[in-house]
């Protein structure tokens, strides 16, 4: 080499050139740079040798440091280092003979036997041993050994770790590891030709000869797993995302929702939609206020003239100089006065004027209910005006008692009324309750609360809404009264003329020892002292129906006209008699 570093070559040192030897053809010199350590990569041809018996203990060691990063060394039988470790060396050899260039070419041995490779004959093979041809080299000095050119080669050490290989720049040839074992020699081949192999300190052996570790495919499995997750998690992540904004948003697009088109709105006349569209102009809500109290009610128009029909505790709060303001169905307001009233009835009577257009509401005939017919009740409850409800006649001749606060018993209502099971709440008192053909067979007056003793609503404190017992003055009794306030200001009350016991706790009205102030209990020259009745008399029936104490037999009595007849069943000394009257009239309070 050109720049004065020993190039090591390994050759007999007596061999004779032989022809053979003399047709390798001299590799041309290398451009290694200045510092002469190009890389020359050589072919060299592949010889068979075969071994005289004579010679069988001679050995060739042909060994070439070819500067391109990899040691070429030509196997041949070599004396193994005692008790020291070999490792196969794992590439292919070269073969410098004697008088060739060091920069010449060399061509790689294959392991596969050469067919056209010539013959040396056995005489050439034999050569004495090898001498050392420099001194040791103390950078090449193994710490376990002493160097010299017929040295094994140094034991292979791998990396902990692959090392990515670095751009090095030309000719450049990495220094060789410490620590190497010995490569064992490879046997010549019998019959054939002897391998050579080029040593490759990086490289695996196997079975003696270099061989470039198979690259180790790193298993995918878990990449993928991983990956399947995470795309998992993602989606699931978006789809969560989606799904909760469609929820909130009602979709990702404008929602038309499918709806039928306007179509006829008329209803049939028997229908509730059909009574109460031709009933609600003719029903009123009142506000009335005076006294320190405010209530508010319902009633409905009786004619053109503005005269109102509606319950006596409505307006009982404007008697003396209260206020009362009518809101018809429209909107529309009008002050009102009382025309005539009566506790015993719990009607009355208010009138509007300078209202014009006004509709009456037909009445019907209460006598001919029956129990199951269908009703709708309208009203104001709770203040909340122009309600519609709806059901049935669930009883008929019901016997209520509303009022009494006074305790006089002179503002107790007895009512022989009907029960419906349409709502009726606070508010309602007053308003109608129609039949199937809008006519009007009851004036709602009063509820029976869940859990309390009295009846009546309207404007009464604390009371609960409707359990579906509500009760109204049938209408035959309340036209009579309406217009007997109407024309004279006052309503008459029929009478049979007798003081009854309302201490009594027996079945029946019994007719008392005395009546009030001291008076007699039965009116002299009145009904029931014309049709024979005594003091201490028990009457049980009225007309064939059973009554069971005073207030039930006010109610029968009041369900009638003065004038009217009735035929009375009482007991008499643990007798039964009947006794036919005809009913007096009293003047209404």
Same mark, same amino acid.
């Given at each position: 080499?050109?720049?004065?570093?020993?190039?090591?070559?390994?050759?007999?040192?007596?061999? *004779?050139? @032989?022809?053979?030897?003399?047709?390798?053809?001299?590799?041309? $010199?290398?451009?290694?740079?200045?510092?002469?350590?190009? /890389?020359?990569?050589?072919?060299?041809?592949?010889?068979?040798?075969?071994?005289?018996?004579?010679?069988?203990?001679?050995?060739?060691?042909?060994?070439?440091?070819?500067? @391109?990063?990899?040691?070429?060394?030509?196997?041949?039988?070599?004396?193994?280092?005692?008790?020291?470790?070999? %490792?196969?060396?794992?590439?292919?050899?070269?073969?410098?003979?004697?008088?060739?260039?060091? /920069?010449?070419?060399?061509?790689?041995?294959?392991?596969?036997?050469? !067919?056209?490779?010539?013959?040396?004959?056995?005489?050439?093979?034999?050569?004495?041993?090898?001498?050392?041809?420099?001194?040791?080299? +103390?950078?090449?000095?193994?710490?376990?050994?002493?160097?010299?050119?017929?040295?094994?080669?140094?034991?292979?050490?791998?990396?902990?770790?692959?090392? $990515?290989?670095?751009?090095?720049?030309?000719?450049?040839?990495?220094?060789? *590891? *410490?620590?190497?074992?010995?490569?064992?020699?490879?046997?010549?081949?019998?019959?054939?030709?002897?391998?050579?192999?080029?040593?490759?300190?990086?490289?695996?052996?196997?079975?003696?000869?270099?061989?470039?570790?198979?690259?180790?495919?790193?298993?995918?499995?878990?990449?993928?797993? !991983?990956?399947?997750?995470?795309?998992?998690?993602? @989606?699931?992540?978006?789809?969560?995302?989606?799904?909760?904004?469609?929820?909130?948003?009602?979709?990702?697009?404008? %929602? +038309?929702?499918?709806?039928?088109?306007? &179509?006829?709105?008329?209803? #049939?006349? +028997?229908?509730?939609? &059909?009574?109460?569209?031709?009933?609600?102009?003719?029903?009123?809500?009142? =506000? %009335?206020?005076?006294?320190?109290?405010?209530?508010?009610?319902?009633?409905?128009?009786?004619?053109?003239?503005? =005269?109102?029909?509606?319950?006596? =505790?409505?307006?009982?709060?404007?008697?003396?100089?209260?206020?009362?303001?009518?809101?018809?169905?429209?909107?529309?307001?009008?002050?009102?006065?009382?025309?005539?009233?009566?506790?015993?009835?719990?009607?009355?009577?208010?009138?509007?004027?300078?209202?014009?257009?006004?509709?009456?509401?037909?009445?019907?005939?209460?006598?001919?209910?029956?129990?199951?017919?269908?009703?709708? #009740?309208?009203?104001?409850?709770?203040?909340?005006?122009?309600?519609?409800?709806?059901?049935?006649?669930?009883?008929?001749?019901?016997?209520?008692?509303?009022?009494?606060?006074?305790?006089?018993?002179?503002?107790?209502?007895?009512?022989?009324?009907?029960?419906?099971?349409?709502?009726?709440?606070?508010?309602?008192?007053?308003?109608?309750?129609?039949?199937?053909?809008?006519?009007?067979?009851?004036?709602?007056?009063?509820?029976?609360?869940?859990?309390?003793?009295?009846?009546?609503?309207?404007?009464?404190?604390?009371?609960?809404?409707?359990?579906?017992?509500?009760?109204?003055?049938?209408?035959?009794?309340?036209?009579?009264?309406?217009?007997?306030?109407?024309?004279?200001?006052?309503? @008459?009350?029929?009478?049979?003329?007798?003081?009854?016991?309302?201490?009594?706790?027996?079945?029946?009205?019994?007719?008392?020892?005395? &009546?009030?102030?001291?008076?007699?209990?039965?009116?002299?020259? &009145? *009904?029931?002292?014309?049709?024979?009745?005594?003091?201490?008399?028990?009457?049980?029936?009225?007309?064939?129906?059973?009554? =069971?104490?005073?207030?039930?037999?006010?109610?029968?009595?009041?369900?009638?006209?003065?004038?009217?007849?009735?035929?009375?069943?009482?007991?008499?000394?643990?007798?039964?008699?009947?006794?036919?009257?005809?009913?007096?009239?009293?003047?209404?309070?």
């Amino acid at each position: 080499m050109n720049d004065g570093k020993p190039n090591w070559w390994s050759r007999p040192s007596t061999a *004779p050139e @032989t022809p053979e030897a003399a047709r390798i053809p001299s590799p041309p $010199p290398t451009d290694g740079g200045d510092d002469g350590d190009g /890389d020359f990569p050589l072919p060299a041809p592949q010889p068979q040798v075969e071994a005289a018996a004579a010679s069988a203990e001679a050995e060739t060691v042909v060994e070439a440091v070819v500067e @391109t990063g990899t040691t070429e060394i030509a196997d041949a039988p070599r004396p193994a280092a005692p008790e020291q470790e070999t %490792v196969p060396a794992p590439a292919p050899a070269v073969l410098l003979t004697k008088g060739e260039p060091a /920069d010449a070419p060399v061509t790689p041995v294959t392991d596969a036997p050469v !067919a056209d490779a010539p013959q040396v004959a056995p005489e050439a093979v034999a050569q004495p041993a090898p001498q050392p041809l420099h001194a040791p080299d +103390e950078y090449r000095t193994p710490p376990y050994g002493e160097p010299g050119p017929w040295a094994p080669a140094p034991p292979v050490q791998h990396p902990a770790a692959s090392v $990515p290989p670095q751009a090095q720049p030309q000719g450049h040839v990495p220094p060789v *590891p *410490p620590q190497q074992a010995a490569v064992p020699p490879v046997p010549p081949q019998q019959g054939g030709t002897a391998p050579w192999m080029q040593y490759d300190p990086w490289g695996g052996a196997v079975g003696g000869i270099g061989v470039a570790p198979a690259p180790v495919k790193k298993s995918r499995k878990g990449l993928a797993l !991983a990956g399947a997750l995470v795309f998992a998690l993602v @989606t699931g992540v978006i789809g969560g995302g989606i799904g909760a904004y469609v929820e909130r948003n009602g979709g990702l697009t404008t %929602v +038309e929702l499918p709806q039928a088109d306007g &179509g006829d709105t008329d209803r #049939a006349p +028997e229908s509730v939609a &059909g009574i109460a569209a031709a009933a609600l102009p003719g029903v009123v809500t009142l =506000h %009335v206020s005076g006294g320190g109290s405010s209530g508010t009610g319902t009633g409905f128009v009786l004619d053109t003239k503005g =005269h109102i029909l509606t319950n006596n =505790h409505v307006v009982d709060a404007a008697e003396s100089s209260g206020d009362i303001t009518v809101t018809f169905s429209s909107g529309e307001t009008a002050r009102a006065k009382i025309v005539g009233k009566d506790t015993g009835y719990d009607l009355a009577v208010v009138q509007v004027t300078g209202v014009s257009g006004l509709k009456a509401l037909p009445l019907g005939n209460s006598d001919n209910v029956r129990v199951g017919d269908p009703v709708v #009740a309208i009203g104001a409850p709770f203040d909340l005006s122009n309600t519609v409800t709806s059901g049935i006649i669930s009883a008929k001749e019901r016997p209520i008692t509303a009022g009494g606060e006074k305790g006089d018993g002179t503002d107790i209502s007895y009512v022989d009324a009907l029960q419906t099971d349409a709502p009726i709440n606070p508010g309602n008192s007053g308003g109608p309750l129609l039949d199937s053909k809008g006519r009007v067979i009851g004036i709602n007056s009063a509820i029976r609360a869940a859990g309390g003793s009295g009846d009546g609503d309207g404007g009464s404190a604390g009371q609960p809404g409707s359990i579906g017992l509500g009760f109204a003055i049938p209408i035959n009794q309340g036209k009579r009264v309406a217009e007997e306030l109407i024309n004279t200001g006052k309503a @008459t009350h029929p009478v049979i003329g007798v003081s009854l016991d309302m201490q009594f706790n027996g079945d029946g009205a019994r007719v008392g020892e005395k &009546g009030k102030d001291g008076a007699a209990s039965v009116t002299p020259g &009145g *009904p029931a002292a014309a049709a024979g009745l005594r003091p201490g008399d028990v009457i049980t029936k009225v007309d064939g129906q059973r009554v =069971h104490n005073g207030e039930e037999l006010i109610v029968k009595i009041r369900a009638h006209r003065p004038g009217d007849k009735l035929r009375l069943t009482l007991t008499r000394d643990g007798k039964e008699l009947t006794k036919t009257l005809t009913l007096g009239s009293s003047q209404g309070t």
